[in-house]
């Protein structure tokens, strides 16, 4: 299985100020015919199913605020809040699509400072 | 808008099976691979496996020995079931849609409890 791990474990930032966090695979999850990260980015706040934010490491959702944004590719990826708001405290996964069993990272705790 | 509803007991005895049904509203299921992903109480994510509207499966290898999933389309409904559950099975389980066989999952139930005791 490709194994996903997520750092920082948890993260204080202050409202308004930029969240950053981190994805890295185990291996690649970039498919080289098409040039594609088989990656997506979730957040779930407490009692409420995960809500899809970002697939293809960087295509938002439909409905997604701007501020959230994704990078990277191969084994490095991150998921970027520009400005924190109150709403957006919550756990945040990322997940790997390239390979069955389609796996998560443990998730990243995103709290205000 | 399409939505999705587990439902199911929440209380399932050690060594018995679970089983749950999840109820597609508002859209159709064709074409879609229709997911159960599970997330223990304060864990992270897992996924269990998925079924094509057309009947097709593929199960995560470390459950794959107890797990079935089964459709029926013109009920709109898809199922789990899980044989000798134990407490390591105790979990929210929820039911997901995806657009291809491994994917990213746009749309989730709310999930539903299920605990494994006695």
């Known amino acids: 299985d490709i194994v996903m791990t997520q750092s920082p474990d948890s993260l204080a930032v202050s409202l308004g100020e930029r969240a950053t966090f981190n994805c890295k695979s185990s291996?690649?999850?970039?498919?080289?015919?098409?040039?594609?990260?088989?990656l997506a980015w979730y957040q779930q706040k407490p009692g409420q199913p995960p809500k899809l934010l970002i697939y293809?490491?960087?295509s938002r959702e439909s409905g997604v605020p701007d501020r959230f944004s994704g990078r990277g590719s191969g084994t490095d990826f991150t998921l970027t809040i520009s400005s924190l708001q109150a709403e957006d405290v919550a756990v945040y996964y990322c997940q790997q699509y390239y390979r069955t069993p389609q796996t998560f990272g443990q998730g990243t705790k995103v709290e205000i400072k | 808008q399409v939505q999705l509803q587990e439902s199911g007991p929440g209380l399932v005895k050690p060594s018995e099976t679970l089983s749950l049904t999840c109820t597609v509203s508002g859209g159709s299921m064709s074409n879609y691979y229709w997911n159960w992903i599970r997330q223990p109480p304060g864990k992270g994510l897992e996924w269990i496996g998925y079924?094509?509207?057309?009947?097709?499966?593929n199960y995560n290898p470390s459950l794959k020995s107890r797990v079935t999933i089964s459709v029926d389309t013109s009920k709109k409904q898809f199922s789990l079931k899980l044989t000798s559950v134990t407490a390591a099975d105790t979990a929210v389980y929820y039911c997901?849609?995806?657009?291809?066989?491994?994917?990213?999952?746009?749309?989730w139930g709310r999930g539903t409890l299920v605990t494994v005791s006695s």
């Open positions: 079924i094509y509207y057309s009947g097709d499966t």
């Open positions: 291996q690649s999850v970039l498919y080289s015919s098409n040039n594609k990260n088989y």
């Open positions: 997901a849609r995806a657009t291809t066989v491994v994917s990213y999952f746009d749309l």
């Open positions: 293809w490491a960087s």
